[in-house]
């Protein structure tokens, strides 16, 4: 009786100090995810290009791969001069982390695009390929589920 109240307990405090990891790198994982937008907004190419680890893919209606950082910088002056004319910033709605690996998790994330008078004129999908390099965990793949503009 007291091995399995043992258990039972090992078992509780395994879960709860998994979950409170899983929470930390979730928030780290949504935080990145925010600074990677913020510099979309900003047209800061370089410091979206850090977000990432070469080669890398997009994987939207043409898919690439991406295969340094200039390409990548390249690539992402490209998208954000075809946005939506009056596009300002996004934010996330909602996400959900799938932990893959040790080293390899996808952040799922529904997100909106604002004008520069706060109206929504997109929402999202999109598929966000971490991987974890040297301790830090980089964009490997971004995949474009869905975009409705509104």
Do not use: C
């Given at each position: 009786m007291k091995k399995i109240f043992f258990n039972l307990i090992l078992i509780f405090f395994t879960t709860l100090v998994f979950s409170q990891d899983n929470?930390?790198?979730?928030?780290?994982?949504?935080?990145?995810?925010?600074?990677?937008?913020?510099?979309?907004?900003?047209?800061?190419?370089?410091?979206?290009?850090?977000?990432?680890?070469?080669?890398?893919?997009?994987?939207?209606?043409?898919?690439?791969?991406?295969?340094?950082?200039?390409?990548?910088?390249?690539?992402?002056?490209?998208?954000?001069?075809?946005?939506?004319?009056?596009?300002?910033?996004?934010?996330?709605?909602?996400?959900?982390?799938?932990?893959?690996?040790?080293?390899?998790?996808?952040l799922d994330a529904q997100y909106s695009r604002y004008n520069g008078d706060y109206k929504q004129i997109l929402s999202g999908r999109g598929l966000y390929f971490y991987r974890k390099v040297n301790g830090n965990w980089l964009l490997k793949e971004v995949t474009t589920v869905i975009q409705n503009e509104l």
């Amino acid at each position: 009786m007291k091995k399995i109240f043992f258990n039972l307990i090992l078992i509780f405090f395994t879960t709860l100090v998994f979950s409170q990891d899983n929470k930390a790198l979730e928030s780290q994982i949504v935080k990145q995810w925010m600074d990677y937008s913020k510099a979309f907004e900003y047209k800061d190419y370089e410091r979206i290009a850090s977000h990432f680890v070469y080669p890398a893919i997009f994987n939207n209606s043409t898919p690439i791969i991406v295969k340094d950082k200039k390409m990548m910088i390249k690539a992402y002056k490209s998208v954000r001069e075809n946005v939506q004319k009056d596009y300002k910033y996004s934010l996330i709605d909602e996400w959900k982390l799938i932990n893959v690996t040790n080293d390899f998790l996808i952040l799922d994330a529904q997100y909106s695009r604002y004008n520069g008078d706060y109206k929504q004129i997109l929402s999202g999908r999109g598929l966000y390929f971490y991987r974890k390099v040297n301790g830090n965990w980089l964009l490997k793949e971004v995949t474009t589920v869905i975009q409705n503009e509104l």
